[in-house]
């Protein structure tokens, strides 16, 4: 179960490659969801996939080798009822 | 009721195979397919499943690039007006064909209108298309060329290598009507250098109607969205996006009804499409064969064995109207075909028909051979008792 506290997201130009990169995350046995975009981010679809934040570098490089391409990824934190959007580097 | 002998598919197929129709059931029945892309609920992301998985098929049958690159539509004539409103300008030359359906036409003389200017390629008295037209016809404004992969008046197909070839070689963007080729013909975007594809689901594909789409190339091309409205993204911004396949598909698509093609899809790829085109020119050719000697026929189009072809055959009987002639067969013999222009008047001219219209035998892979038989057996019939 991926920590609703705390996670990872990469948001999409469409959709669809969003759709497609939950495909292929699935289909390398890690673990994922679509969920709603985060209003801090401006850029993307209306879905982002969640991941556990340690996987990231793993579900980049899996969208890497498809060529589905994304609008960034982002660290997901709530703390004290407060939810921050930050950009995510390795 | 008197059994209805069908053949008229290039309308529209008439059976289909059982699974298209129980999809569509448990599209709606089954209520878990919502609105793709507009939410990460479970009936939404359902949806938007089916829709990404049926693109990935469409692509793998088109032998396009991305399966990104597939856009659904309602039909042909929609991605049509979708493409070539969306893509060439009133300073646009269009090189086209005088085989073409009004739905390719249509669009073009709005374009005319507007400024653009359009060519046509010619045909000999076979139908098939007179190659070197398309050089003589080049200009230094041309800009796209726009084909149909197969007549649906004559079923002869277009040597769309050829004229891919030609498009890069004089750097055209080559546009296709697979209307009445998709799934009879092989068809790979790459290989033939197709940069946009329109095809229609409800023909060759067995989807239901209300289905079909756009495959683009791998060339960028700048398209400006000619329908827009709610692409459940960007939601703030004043344009409409142009993502892919954003772009084509503004507002709810069709989900129930992409359902079923993709029920279509499977079953185009169970039975092979090599063994679906072989099937449909035998079912065309034993036709021919049994009626091409009756008193009086008038057959348009190549049968030569080594031409590509959708299984279509249109004739006319002397002294007949292709109304009348329809009707007859119709009424005594139960047989459904399709009389008049076949929405395509420059092929007609071309023949000489625009009065007499043509009567359109038009096969699908649910036609039996017994059915091909009775088929030539009551027009022959017909045409003694005059």
Known sequence: MIDRKHYGIVAFPTSQAAAAAEAVVLEASRECRLIPMPEQISAGCGLVLQTHLDDLNAVLSLLSERSISNDGCYEVRFENRKKSVEEWHD | MTELYYFDNSATTLKKPAAVAEAVYHAIADGQLGNPARGSHSASLNALRLTEALRRKTAVLFGGPDAANVAFTANATASLNLVLKGLLTPADHIITTVTEHNAVLRPLYQ????????????????????????????????????????????????????????????????????????????????????????????????????????????????????????????????????????????????????????????????????????????????????????????????????????????????????????????????????????????????????KTGMVRFSFSSFNTLEEIDYAAKSLRQLAEEG
């Open chain 2, 111 to 354: 374009l005319e209108e507007q400024g653009a200017a359009i060519s046509f390629v010619g045909v000999d008295e076979f139908g098939t298309l007179h190659y070197p037209d398309f050089s003589r016809l080049l200009r230094p404004d041309t800009r796209a060329v726009m084909v149909n992969h197969a007549s649906n008046v004559t079923g002869n197909a277009a040597d769309l290598e050829w004229i891919g070839s030609f498009c890069r070689e004089h750097g055209l963007i080559f546009i296709v009507d697979a209307s009445q080729s998709a799934g009879v013909l092989d068809i790979d975007m790459v290989k033939q250098h197709i940069d946009v594809l329109c095809f229609t689901g409800h023909k060759s594909l067995y989807g239901p109607q209300g289905t079909g789409g756009i495959c683009l190339g791998d060339r960028p091309l700048a398209f400006v969205p000619v329908v827009t409205g709610g692409s459940g993204f960007h939601s703030f911004d004043k344009q409409y996006p142009t993502q892919m396949p954003t772009l084509f598909e503004a507002g709810t698509q069709n989900v129930h009804g992409l359902a079923g093609l993709s029920a279509g899809l499977d079953y185009i790829g169970q039975k092979g499409l090599a063994a679906i085109s072989l099937q449909l020119k035998e079912l065309t050719l034993r036709f021919h064969d049994q009626i091409k000697d009756i008193p009086g026929i008038i057959l348009y189009g190549s049968f030569a064995s080594d031409v590509a072809r959708a299984p279509v055959v249109s004739l006319n009987l002397e002294g007949w109207d292709s109304g009348d002639l329809s009707d007859a067969l119709f009424m005594d013999y139960g047989i459904a075909v399709r009389p008049g222009a076949h929405c395509a008047p420059l092929i007609h001219q071309t023949f000489g028909t625009e």
